[in-house]
């Protein structure tokens, strides 16, 4: 046989060693599925004894709960450790329940909350759910109900019956202040890592987005619903639709997103860019902006984007942007919307008014330009620029409505 057949025969069979092993894998993993361990076994441990991660982890977790092999903690953490260490989510859930049944005093406590965040910031629940406990009981380490509801909100993301933040424990204990940190934590959190789109829930979004095309009044009711319920797992499937121009649904998906709040952070760099797509319609823009505000509320991404779209958007989406910065009550709004009280567009100066008028003392920054406002006399503008003033109620803002009346 020629040496060139000899070498492409070999390399042919040095590329078909992945599928192959691959294929070992799923069939060992779809025997352990249905209970055949002693197959499970024939099929994962070769692969395991090779260096695959997850047929370690398979190998490790028969051991760990006796299945087809006697339980032996030992055995466990020799396979369990080593796909914990590759990174298989489930496989550092369990080595953090073997250190903390096997490793006596706190030591092995300490160590185990380090395996339970690895697992949970790769979405394992039951992992989230350890952290609460843990942070919330303070269990072998100090109590800490700012992470304890912070891993709750997490994993209400995921699954939203396993733990509702606000009725936790933790939540009553809890200061305003430190609530506001923890969800921050959890929006943080969200921009980090984002949702894992072979996550069950996903598809089963999908699939409901798809039933839209078709579905009458009452069922879209209960789609919207049941994406409410599906949490934050949901979020890239809607995201994809409106990308691919799903937009007879922007109303009824952006709606979704609004009622999620802060949860749907996930969601805010791609309403920004399907925002700054010249392409899309202003009817549906202003459903996406109306969502990022619900959505970012605390959120210093979008506070920036609206004053940007304040200052430079166009006729049509100034107003908008002047609406919703009222979400703000920064001195960075407060400033932008000051500043849009000399814009082109009546309606955008007479929203911006309204907002300062809103804000009521927050919006004292704004007092010389309100005051300038007011020398239109005899006009609306002047008059809630009154108004607006006189919310503020500071002695500069009462002295210049008294300036006015007086010249």
């Known amino acids: 046989m020629p040496a060139t057949i000899v070498l492409l025969s070999f390399i042919l069979f040095l590329c078909s060693i992945p ?15 249905r209970g055949d361990y002693q197959t499970a ?10 260096g695959d991660p997850k047929a370690q982890y398979y190998i490790g977790l ?20 080593p796909a914990a260490e590759n990174g298989v989510a489930d496989a550092q859930y369990i080595y953090a329940l073997l250190l903390e049944g096997g490793t006596p005093g706190a030591a092995g406590k300490i160590e185990a909350i380090k395996w339970f965040t690895l697992a949970s910031d790769q979405g394992h629940v039951d992992a989230q759910m350890k952290l609460v406990d843990r942070y919330s009981r303070g269990d072998g380490i100090k109590p800490n109900l ?20 606000q009725e936790s424990v933790s939540a009553y204990q809890m200061t305003a202040e430190q609530k506001e940190d923890a969800k921050r934590n959890v ?34 009711e209960e789609i919207k619903a049941s994406l409410v319920r599906m949490g934050n797992v949901s979020t ?37 860019r399907l ?81 300062l008028l809103s804000m009521g003392p927050k919006a004292a920054p704004a ?9 239109q006399r005899g006009t609306y503008l002047a008059s809630a620029a009154g108004d607006a003033l006189a919310a503020i109620g500071t002695p500069e803002a009462i002295a210049e409505i008294k300036r006015h009346h007086t010249e």
């Open 187 to 220: 929006q943080q959190w969200v921009t980090r890592h984002p949702v894992n789109t072979s996550h069950p829930s996903f598809k089963s979004a999908q699939r409901l987005i798809a039933e839209l095309d078709r579905a009458d009044f009452k069922k879209k």
């Open 62 to 81: 028969m051991a760990y709960s006796g299945k087809g092999v006697p339980q032996d903690s030992a055995e466990a953490i020799k396979w369990i450790k």
């Open 236 to 272: 890239p499937a809607m995201l994809e639709a409106l990308h691919q121009r799903a937009f007879a649904h922007t109303k009824l998906l952006t709606d979704v997103l609004c009622e999620r709040g802060p949860e749907s952070s996930s969601a805010i760099p791609e309403l920004i």
């Open 41 to 50: 076994q024939q099929e994962l441990r070769p692969l395991a004894e090779t």
């Open 19 to 33: 599928q192959i092993a691959e294929a070992g894998i799923d069939s060992g993993v779809s025997a352990f599925e």
């Open 367 to 375: 007092v010389p330009a309100l005051s300038k406002l007011m020398e």
């Open 275 to 355: 925002l700054n797509d010249p392409s899309v319609l202003q009817p549906i823009n202003s459903h996406f902006l109306s969502s990022l505000a619900c959505i970012g509320k605390s959120s210093p991404e979008v506070q920036s984007f609206l004053i940007s779209l304040l200052k430079g958007g166009s006729d049509a989406m100034r107003p908008w942007a002047a609406m919703l910065l009222e979400n703000f009550e920064s001195k960075e709004a407060v400033l932008a919307l000051a500043d849009a009280l000399d814009d082109s567009r009546r309606t955008v100066r007479e929203t911006a008014v309204r907002v």
């Open 146 to 165: 700012v992470q304890a509801y912070t891993w709750c909100g997490v994993a209400h993301l995921h699954v939203p019956s396993r733990c509702n933040p």
